[in-house]
Structure formats: C-alpha cells, structure tokens
C-alpha cells in the first residue's frame, strides 16, 4: 500500500498522476494534513495578542478538518482516475506536516510514500522548509518525491 500526500496543489497532483502511471491498481491512501488553529497561532506573532473568546477555535477547526475532508475526497477521484484503488485519510498536525505524514505511513503500514515537491530552493527553502526533505531525512520506507509538471518543465529547459 502506498500513502500520498495530497494538499491540492500542482505537485501534490502532479504525484497522484505519477503515482497512478506507476503503481497502477496498488491500493493507497491519499492523506491531507491540517493545522489546528492553535498549531497556526502558536507560530504567529499576532496569536500573542489574542484573548480568550476572541475566535471559536472550535469552529476553525472544525471548518479546516472539513476542508481538509474534502481535499482528501478529491485526491481520491484523481487517484481513481489515474488507476489507483484509493481511500481518503485526514490527520491533524501536531507538530509538523512532515511528523505528520511520517506517523500516517507508520499507523497505515505504507510500503511507500508519494510526495509532491514545490522546488524551493535557496532562502525560501530556508526559511519555509521543505516537507519532502524532512520525509525523505526521517522515514524508514521507500519515498518518491515528485516535482510538479511546472517545476519538471524549467528542470528539464535548463539542461538544454
């Protein structure tokens, strides 16, 4: 079984496609991760200022779990398209996107996890991190890392 994140962006797409050429009837899970608000707040330097009864957290994140319900139920009919058996997973991140996806692979037994990447490279890699980095640094399976088609197409016209 393989695990692909799925997010809804280009290259989360572009890895259920490439997930699906290559590992065509394998069953899989297309996992979404979402931040509590507080996991969000905790990060930003405005939360500080925050009082008690200002949001409904649990409204946040009640709408984000199901934002994040629903991205995973679309992942799933892209994974169907392209030839994969796929069911939808949703976790909360606790700590990272990273720690999340990696406790997700562990708790599904996954032989495999599909990550797209977005191709950060110098300071923004720096300062925003990278996901597929941290996976591929950390887990104990088989990752496939796959740059969107945008991110594969100036790759691929630089070599010429």
Not at 13 to 40: C, D, N, S
Not at 50 to 70: L, Y
Not at 103 to 120: K, N, T
Not at 150 to 157: F, K, L, Q, T
Request: aromatic fraction near 2%; charge should be negative.
């Amino acid at each position: 079984m393989v695990l692909i994140c799925y997010d809804g962006s280009p290259d989360s797409k572009t890895a259920i496609t490439l997930a699906g050429q290559v590992l065509q009837g394998h069953p899989a899970i297309v996992l979404t991760v979402w931040e509590p608000f507080m996991e969000v707040m905790t990060r930003t330097p405005s939360g500080f200022g925050m009082s008690p009864g200002m949001v409904n957290v649990d409204e946040i994140d009640t709408a984000n779990e199901q934002g994040a319900h629903a991205r995973a139920e679309e992942g799933v009919k892209l994974a169907a398209e392209a030839g994969l058996n796929a069911q939808p997973r949703c976790r909360s991140q606790v700590t990272s996107v990273a720690d999340a996806i990696l406790a997700e692979a562990e708790a599904v037994g996954a032989d495999a996890i599909v990550i797209g990447s977005r191709g950060l490279t110098g300071i923004k890699s720096v300062l925003l991190g990278s996901v597929s980095h941290h996976v591929i640094q950390h887990a104990d399976r088989a990752v496939i890392v796959v740059p969107s088609a945008e991110i594969a197409a100036a790759r691929a016209h630089r070599k010429h």
